[in-house]
């Protein structure tokens, strides 16, 4: 009985953390995009400045 326990905690375990890994990846990409969008809009208003 406690092989399976531990084999349950543990597969438990792989799967919260991937689901955390795979949630900040995706949060990160959409950051990222969005940073490197806003900075494109910065450097147009600037170069449309001059």
């Known amino acids: 009985m406690a092989p399976l326990f531990w084999k349950l905690l543990a597969a438990a375990c792989l799967v919260w953390y991937s689901t955390i890994t795979v949630y900040i990846m995706v949060r990160g990409f959409k950051d990222i995009r969005e940073m490197l969008?806003?900075?494109?809009?910065?450097?147009?208003?600037?170069?449309?400045?001059?």
């Open 37 to 50: 969008r806003k900075l494109k809009q910065t450097r147009n208003s600037v170069t449309s400045d001059e």
